[in-house]
């Protein structure tokens, strides 16, 4: 049996959490300080230990310090607010295993302790660990992604999961750069098809004399040209999910013949008298107003409501501000990989200048900004002086955000969070971007009861 050890200072929290593990299997210990932890890492040897980054006499880096001297195989866990996602950052690069944001999906936990066990198997040989500290980064797979901690993207990914293992058509609603692709492959990663081909078709990009082509395929000979047999977009799609991206981009012409494909789940090649059935499901994106253009005459109605069998609006990035810093980290250690860069992380003026920014082209702009950043940066941190000037610039002229011990009025952010959160002071911690812990000595400082 698997031993775990869990070092959080809210009991509540840390009781509730060792009931769940050990109802999964596990044999779970728990410590409310970083003191108490340490007596109980040198009395006994724990699989893997839990650990808030935050504790009352220390925080979780210096506890992993202790951990690996004692017991190098020991696999550490860093749970984190969303205020300090850097921290937990940097204890993954000081060798901690991984780090889990609150609240947390239970089945979230279990996996990553579950990945954290078996690397533990995997990766016995001697210097391993050595070498892991001094070369430890997060190397982002092709099959991950932030989900987010907002409201917002919890109601995305809500909806995700309650679609996907259906057969039901899908329109992906939202801005340019918010993601939709990626939603669209999540969907059907998390469906019965996962095993299958996810065919992405940017529907914009296609001209208009070959489109038909590139969605049927053609034979041989059928026009000038057509030098080989092609497989168009369906047949290679097929058993699998097709993604029309930007869809309201189609001709409609073309709405036509997709329609007709869509209904009788039969294509015909150009050039040719066969009809092969397909077996797919469709997952339509845009970033306009289809219901308008249908108004207008500009798209069919019947091929909208067949697309739009079930729809999801993937919000801008301004409406998941709390997710901003889990997203930039990510795109960092992706380009760190990408350019062999080490980046560590932020400057505070970087962070703050991210905030106040309205980022319009979204996570697309996000990532271009940190990969850009990483790039041009010769130091550790990415700082002001690399960053475009008009972000820059436009975080001198943005709306008032919320920040503590900047402001001489921070009593009235306290109370005007708090109101906005509807007395929730999770939510109100994550829009003052300070931690829970911080949030209730101010409380008390204030004397604010609710």
Known sequence: MSKLLIVEDDVAFCTMLKTFLQKKGYEVSTSFSGSEAVLQIQEHTFDVVLTDVRLPDRDGITLLEDIRMKNPKTQVVIMTGYAEINMAVSAIKQGAFDYVSKPFNPDKILQIIEN???????????????????????????NSFVKGISDASKKLNEYVALVAPTRMSVLVIGDSGTGKEYVASSIHKASKRADKPFVPVDCGAIPKEIASSEFFG???????GAVNDKVGHFEAANGGTLFLDEIGNLSYELQVQLLRALQERKIKPVGSNKEIEVDIRVIAATNEDLSNAVKEGEFREDLYHRLNEFSIKVPPLKDRIEDLMLFANYFLEESNVELDK????????VLDTFKKYDWPGNLRELKNIVKRSVLLSQNEMITMDVLPNDIAYASHNSKQTYGLFKNQNEQELILDALEKANGNKAKAA?????????????????????
Not at 342 to 349: C, K, L, P, S, T
């Open 430 to 450: 994550r829009m003052l971007d300070i931690d829970r812990k911080t949030l209730y000595n101010k409380l008390k400082q204030y004397d604010i009861s609710l």
């Open 218 to 224: 053609h034979i041989k000979g059928s026009f000038t």
């Open 116 to 142: 954290a066990l078996n690397a533990e198997t995997k990766n016995s040989e001697p210097n391993r660990n050595k070498e892991r500290k001094n070369n430890e980064r997060i190397i982002p797979s092709n």
């Open 342 to 349: 080490h980046v560590v992380g932020f400057a505070d003026e």
